[in-house]
T-cell receptor
Framework: QQPVQSPQAVILREGEDAVINCSSSKALYSVHWYRQKHGEAPVFLMILLKGGEQKGHEKISASFNEKKQQSSLYLTASQLSYSGTYFC????????????FGKGTKLSVKP | NAGVTQTPKFQVLKTGQSMTLQCAQDMNHEYMSWYRQDPGMGLRLIHYSVGAGITDQGEVPNGYNVSRSTTEDFPLRLLSAAPSQTSVYFCASSYSASGSLHTQYFGPGTRLTVL
């Protein structure tokens, strides 16, 4: 089952913060976050495993609440380079080697 | 390391034609997958492989075939192209290890148009 991302799109000014949410109806083993620039392949940002951990990548951090089957991506003091589409990918703990991706959240950062 | 490579980068086909999208990785990853990306739909899984000689269907397998004779290569075959197969195709590889469970390493993509 495809995870649900919200919002679908967000427009920010440089320096503003944003939160992108990802929720699933299935139990999750891990949540992955990717960013994709226009015309390019998705690039891995971070992975969160069961245990409610929080991770960071520069000024981008994320949390994972396995009980609620939700993850959130936090973008702090956004920069122009943060523009792109963000995808969450979920892994139900199987051994298939792939992920189920959400439909994406398009983030536009304006000067 | 070249990572994951895909050829061709662009392709235009006529309805009914067949072709093979090539994918290769040099990271010795056991898992490989094919995704298609359409506007507003995210990345949808077509086929995947958990090792040489083992493949299985994903969410949208109709009209596509795969094989995995070696660890490195995972070609995707379009049997009889249809306009609905116009999309961007990404190949990805992954491995399973503590802290890096199935992180997808994507190729650069193939943009396919079917007329």
């Amino acid at each position: 089952q495809q995870p649900v991302q919200s919002p679908q799109a967000v427009i920010l000014r440089e320096g503003e913060d944003a939160v992108i949410n990802c929720s699933s109806s299935k139990a999750l083993y891990s949540v992955h976050w990717y960013r994709q620039k226009h015309g390019e392949a998705p690039v891995f940002l971070m992975i969160l495993l069961k245990g409610g951990e929080q991770k960071g990548h520069e000024k981008i951090s994320a949390s994972f609440n396995e009980k609620k089957q939700q993850s959130s991506l936090y973008l702090t003091a956004s920069q122009l380079s943060y523009s792109g589409t963000y995808f969450c990918g979920t892994d139900g703990g199987g051994s298939q080697g792939n992920l189920i991706f959400g439909k994406g959240t398009k983030l536009s950062v304006k000067p | 390391n070249a990572g994951v490579t895909q050829t061709p980068k662009f392709q235009v086909l006529k309805t009914g034609q067949s072709m093979t999208l090539q994918c290769a990785q040099d990271m010795n990853h056991e898992y490989m997958s094919w995704y298609r990306q359409d506007p507003g739909m995210g990345l949808r899984l077509i086929h995947y492989s958990v090792g040489a000689g083992i493949t299985d269907q994903g969410e949208v397998p109709n009209g596509y075939n795969v094989s995995r004779s070696t660890t490195e290569d995972f070609p995707l075959r379009l049997l009889s192209a249809a306009p609905s197969q116009t999309s961007v195709y990404f190949c990805a590889s992954s491995y399973s290890a503590s802290g890096s469970l199935h992180t997808q390493y994507f190729g650069p993509g193939t943009r396919l148009t079917v007329l």
